[in-house]
Structures are given as C-alpha cells and as structure tokens.
C-alpha cells in the first residue's frame, strides 16, 4: 500500500493544483502555444463588510516559482491517473517557472479590480501556477486584512494571536500568523510561527491547569513557582474571587511576587474589567495589567471601546482566524495578454482590462484620496504600487517580515478616516481607469465582435 504523504513540500506542490490546469497544459503543449502571456490577480468586487483589503502571501508565492518542479515521483503520481500521454509527462520532468512577476509589497491595501500580482510568462507556465497563487493569497489576504480590522478596533492596545486550535488546517495556522503580525498584531500563540518567522509568542496557561489542582490558590502559586513574571488566569471558577487570590498571593509572597498581570477569559469582559481594576488598584497592584479573551473580534472591540473599559491587552482567536464574517473574497486570476495581444472577458459582471497593468495611488494632504488603473508604462501622477519582484524566474530580493508590517502601518494610516474604519463606507473608495486603459479594451471589444459575426 502506498505510503499517504499529507503535507505540500516543495517537492510535491506541482500538484497542488486544480485538474484542468494540467488538462490544458498538455493542450498547450500538443499546440504549441507557448507564447508570451500576462494573467493579473485582483478581486473583482470588495465585500459588503470591507472598505479595503490587505495584500499578503507574496512571499509564498515567489518561493513556489523558484521551486516548481515534477520529480520522478511527481512524474509517477501523474502517470498513475492516466490521463497523459508519456511524452507530455516526460515534458514535465524539465518544467521550471521562468518568467517575472509583477507586485503590491505585503501589507498594501488595495481595493477591486486593482492587480496585486501580475504574472508574465510563457502561457503554460502562467497557466499552471493559478491555483497555488490564489490559494496561498486569498486566505492571507482574508488573514491580514481581518486582523488591520481588529487592530483599528482595539485603539491601540496590544493585540495577541490566539487562533491556531480552531484554524483550517496546520499551513493556514502558519500562514494566518504571518499574515496577522503583518497587519500589526503584536504576538502568536503559535510556537511554529513564531520560530519559523521571527514572530514573537505569547500565552499565559489554561484553566486546566487550575482545575488540574485541588484548589485554585494552590494553582496560581504553583505557576508563579515556575513562571514567576506569568500573566494569571482568573476567571476558572469566579473570576473577581480569583483577582481576590492574585491579591492574597501577592500579599503572601511580597517581593518575590513578579505576576506581571491577570486574564479575565469570559462575561461581560468590560464590566469585569472595571471591577478588577478597582480590586488592584486598592491593594496596590496599580502596575498589574488586565489582559482579556473570548470570541474577540473588530465589532466586540468596539463595545469595549466605547466603554472605556481598563484593558491593556487582547488575545484575539477564532473569528481573526478564520476571518468570520467575510471567509472568503472574489479573487481572480484572468488573463490579460497572449502573443502580444490584449485579451479580455466580457462576461456581464465579469469584464476584465487588457495588458499588463500599473495601479496609481495619488494623495492629497498626505491622505490616499483615489487610485488609477493604467497600463504598464502610462505616465500617470502618483505613486505606482505594482512592483518587479521576480525575474527569469529568480526573486530579485528576499521578503523582509518587519519590512512589511512597517509599511502596511504606513500605508493603512494614510487611507481616509471613513475608508479605514469598520463600517461600510458610502461611497467607498474611488478607482479610475486611464483613458488609455479604456481604450485598449474598446478595442479588444471591437475585435472580439468582429470574429463572432
């Protein structure tokens, strides 16, 4: 019996891809149509519940390019469908990735019909990778941009990453860490990430390492034994009698006692958070901090806002995670271009621009005040967004993490208070397309016309 390998490895993500992008690709092949294309990867349309979107998963990607190949036992697995002819398949054995690629930096926000990745290569290679782009960026995308929400919410105060236990699967854990550090969560529960990325973790203990004992006192000093400057879980039993017991055991252990805070993990976090406060304040422990968690999110956020409530700190998990209320988002990955022509659809709702694009974003008074579509090469005032950062198949320079989240800080600040905020912005935010841009898809129109009558 063949041994199941579960995990995508560099080895084997050639064939994480959909069916018909191989079906095609021996088509391709059989007709040599290996000519120049351009695909463009953008969202046709925000969601209902967001005014903008955060560009996240190009590092992936371009790992994926540099690495893509069929190994003897890629080769195998194919053979096995029989579904190829033998020579196709010993074709595949010498495919590389070698064209360019065209991108926003992670942490951009852009808005619908804006490409945030544009590839340019032979039609075969731009064909097969589809699949793997739009995977790996449709959920970091989702990923970064839930969390931006959740940072603009929380006014800043620290927010921590609890989500992997309930997220879809091990690489969406690692992926979503990333992503959420990018858009300015400050730490990951997840040890993994947090190893692999440079991302710092956090985490305190869980309530059954209180119920693990025969009595709560002696489960918060036994903690405090090992981990001296911990943050305490209170809320096990009856969360103000355990703020009661951080105050009896920092009494008890004087100044020895280095807890640096407590965490309040259900009710009305709010209110208790008052409450708590009051408890610590009057016994002195003004510097112990109140951390919260528990089906946290951007709207949630807001209701501890508004109530002034004494939180410093906010481990946010399952609905950033898994992006709850917007799970998924109208990506495409369209061609624009093939042996030195304009392509084009124009299916209603679904009509896509020609050509390799650019995407503008003029400002005023330091404030994004709208973008333009334009072809690749316009003269246009504004900061151009799109990017090379892949050539002949080689990355031009290693993905920075701090680089990233730094910009994306930048980037989300300068967007309009009513685009940035959490609430659907009426009207949202303006893209123009370029006259010439408009032109060449008349045109394409035009044609398109005259070989259907």
């Not at 463009?40 to 994926?64: H, I, K, M, Q, T």
């Not at 890629?74 to 002819?85: W, Y």
């Not at 929400?149 to 997220?167: C, E, Q, S, W």
Request: glycine content about 8%; some cysteine.
């Amino acid at each position: 019996m063949k041994q199941i390998n579960s995990w995508v490895n560099d080895a084997n993500s050639s064939l994480l891809t959909d069916l018909y992008q191989l079906t095609m690709l021996q088509a391709y092949w059989e007709l040599g149509m290996e000519q120049e294309s351009v695909f463009s990867l953008f969202v046709r349309r925000l969601p209902e519940n967001r005014n903008y979107l955060v560009a996240a998963g190009l590092e992936d990607v371009l790992r994926f390019l540099e690495n893509i190949c069929f190994d003897q036992e890629a080769l195998e697995s194919l053979r096995a469908l029989q579904l190829f002819s033998d020579d196709f398949i010993s074709w595949l054995g010498a495919f590389r990735f070698t064209g360019d690629a065209y991108a926003m930096k992670e942490g951009t926000p852009f808005f619908q019909n804006e490409p945030i990745l544009e590839v340019v290569a032979p039609l075969p290679q731009a064909q097969l990778v589809e699949t793997f782009i739009m995977n790996q960026i449709h959920f970091q995308t989702l990923a970064a941009t839930k969390a931006a929400r959740v940072i603009y919410a929380a006014h800043g105060k620290t927010v921590l990453d609890f989500g992997l236990r309930r997220m879809h699967g091990a690489d969406a854990g690692m992926k979503a860490a990333r992503a959420f550090y990018i858009a300015g969560v400050g730490a990951t529960s997840n040890v993994l990430a947090g190893c692999e990325y440079g991302i710092p973790v956090a985490g305190t203990m869980a309530h059954s390492f209180v119920q693990a004992h025969d009595d709560e006192m002696e489960a918060l000093r036994n903690f405090t034994k090992v981990h001296p400057q911990t943050i305490l879980l209170v809320d096990t039993y009856n969360p103000l009698e355990g703020v009661k017991k951080v105050i009896a055991l920092a009494q008890e252990m004087g100044k020895e006692f280095q807890v640096r805070g407590i965490r309040l993990d259900s009710g009305d976090l709010a209110q208790l958070a008052w409450e708590s406060r009051k408890l610590l304040d009057e016994a002195g422990l003004e510097s112990l901090r109140i951390f919260v968690s528990g089906n946290l999110d951007e709207y949630s956020l807001e209701d501890i806002s508004r109530a002034d409530a004494p939180i410093d700190g906010l481990g946010v998990g399952t609905r950033m995670g898994v992006s709850m209320d917007c799970p998924t988002v109208d990506f495409v990955y369209k061609m624009a271009a093939y042996d030195g022509k304009g392509r084009i659809k124009t299916s209603p709702g679904k009509e896509t621009y020609p050509g390799q694009k650019q995407v503008f974003r003029l400002e005023e008074n330091g404030k994004a005040a709208f973008d333009i579509l334009g072809q690749w090469g316009e003269e246009i005032s504004g900061r151009p967004l799109l990017r090379l950062v892949m050539e002949k198949g080689r990355r031009l320079a290693p993905g920075d993490l701090e680089e990233s989240r730094a910009h994306c800080t930048d980037a989300l600040s300068r967007l309009p208070e009513q685009i940035l905020g959490n609430e659907p912005a009426r009207p949202g935010y303006e893209v123009r397309i370029s006259p010439k841009l408009e032109q060449a898809r008349r045109e394409c129109v035009r044609q398109y016309a005259g070989r259907l009558t």
